[in-house]
């Protein structure tokens, strides 16, 4: 008969495959659009932006866990959400008062709709705004699944708690290749 996994063991297992997942999002899947040759692709400069990215959310992530004992899933998801929503605000302000385009790397972003405008910073901005707001949308929707697990109403391993903990390392990758856009 196997011992079981002791609950300090556990913990560290859940936050190292929480690392794991953050160094894929931020790093693994753009290695992996890069290989490939798909536009969107970090440039060579793109990739000192991603590791520090990554770097500090790895750091961001142990603080977390120190601070609350815990590593769940689903909240690794909204957290993930939600340091989106943080970095994009930052982004679109910092869009917003340019009178350049400061993320010239997005025109290669084929799956970010240009909304009929032809002038790149109105584009970019445009871009901003829209990924701000699905990422809003999406940060309040895990909220809202993370509140009704904590009141048990939701099964905390059901499939709404899996959403949590997809869509925010996805919203984090999606995120990552609009920063390493940030040097075209």
Known sequence: MANPIHPGEQALNKLLLGGAITMAALLGIPGIFSLAG???????????????????LLLKLVASETATGE??????????????????????????????DAYPGMAKLGYLPTFGLHDDVKVRTAQLIGFFVITW??????ARICGGIKKQEIDRRGGKALFCAAIGPFLLFAYALILAAKKG
């Open 137 to 142: 949308i999406l940060t309040w929707l895990t």
């Open 71 to 100: 590593f769940e899933f689903y909240k690794f998801g909204y957290d993930s959400c939600n340091t989106t929503l943080g970095a994009t605000i930052s982004a679109g302000a910092l869009q917003l008062y340019s009178d350049s």
């Open 38 to 56: 798909l536009p969107g692709a970090p440039s060579s400069s793109g990739w000192w932006i991603l590791v520090a990215a990554c770097m500090a």
